[in-house]
């Protein structure tokens, strides 16, 4: 399907994933003058009145300088709202996503019809992140816009599933807004999810190294010296499966290759489950694609690495398949 207005100006097809903690509106406003949408989750911003400020700055920002660069205007920016029952500030949340009329959101942890009939009267596009077909299915029926499909080796919060699979068995029903996450860091990973049949790659784990990311400047460094053999899949530290890096674990005096298994029931975001470490503040949520972050630098450079390698592995592709398209 043709994209909606405000994905038409992307340099790249690029959606920043919002990450807990780390995502503010310093990286949101440098994902989207540098052509990707970007994105950070509500709950970051504490208190509510944060929120206010930091979408009134994350506005305004990207109006000046569209207003400045009118032939190459800033990408979209989006707002992740976690609609699980335990989330209690989401009523207040979406309030000041229709005052700031936030173009797109993307809702985890649940579908819930009211969010995003609230999101589509105020022009709003809605992209909920799944795990498997299923979960896709329930979320486009109560009114969803697009996917995210959260494959097997993304950062955080991550399903099992081998992308294949997932991109294969949703394309078979739904012909919508795509966007596919997992151990996406290299512009020919980005040409693959296209490849696949997304719209859109969803890229996390590398923003993670970059100046303008809230993270701790050792988890910063973890990122670039760390690939895929260091990330640990486990629910032990927030109820639900998610990578993690294995030197964070280690630091927090927890043995990474016997961790013990997690109530479901106990889910619990901001804390550690389980134990008496906190996730995202003390585990280091990391999906595997990491290997491709090799140094710590501004959003604007790893946007035109990404480029460069995505144009770089259009023309390889075109030149290695034209023996098989005759």
Not at 67 to 84: E, G, L, M, S
Not at 138 to 160: F, N, R, S, T, W
Not at 223 to 232: L, Q, R, T
Request: proline share 6%; hydrophobic share 45%.
């Amino acid at each position: 399907m043709p994209l909606p207005a405000p994905f038409a100006r992307l340099r790249l097809p690029v959606i920043a994933s919002p990450l807990f903690i780390i995502s503010g509106p310093e990286l949101v406003i440098a994902q989207c003058k540098a052509g990707i949408v970007g994105s950070f989750p509500s709950l970051n911003a504490r208190p509510i009145s944060q929120l206010d400020e930091w979408l009134h700055q994350i506005t305004e920002e990207l109006a000046s300088y569209n207003r400045a660069n009118p032939d190459a205007p800033a990408a979209p920016f989006a707002v992740n709202q976690i609609v699980h029952k335990t989330n209690n500030r989401l009523d207040e949340d979406m309030a000041m996503c229709e005052k700031w009329q936030v173009p797109l959101l993307i809702t985890s942890l649940g579908a819930r019809e009211e969010v995003y009939a609230a999101a589509h009267r105020w022009g709003g596009i809605v992209m909920h992140d799944v795990i498997n077909s299923v979960h896709a299915r329930k979320a486009i029926e109560k009114g969803a816009d697009g996917l995210i499909p959260v494959a097997a080796g993304a950062g955080g919060h991550a399903g099992a599933q081998s992308p294949f699979a997932m991109m294969q068995e949703i394309r078979q029903w739904f012909e919508g807004l795509v966007a596919l996450s997992g151990a996406i860091a290299h512009g020919r990973s980005i040409l693959a999810a296209q490849a696949l049949g997304a719209d859109f790659a969803y890229i996390g784990s590398a923003w993670i190294a970059t100046e303008e990311a809230r993270a701790a400047e050792d988890y910063k460094q973890s990122i670039v010296d760390s690939s895929a053999a260091d990330i640990v899949y486990s629910n032990l530290f927030t109820g639900v499966h998610g990578n993690y890096l294995r030197s964070s674990i280690v630091k927090a005096g927890l043995d990474p290759d016997n961790l013990p298994q997690s109530d479901p029931s106990k889910m619990d975001f901001g804390s550690g489950g389980n134990t008496d470490v906190k996730a995202w503040k003390d585990i280091w949520g990391s999906g595997q694609g990491i290997g491709a972050v090799t140094a710590i630098e501004p959003v604007a450079s790893r946007v035109a690495r990404l480029e460069q390698e995505y144009r770089d592995a259009s023309a390889a592709l075109n030149a290695n398949s034209a023996p098989f398209l005759r």
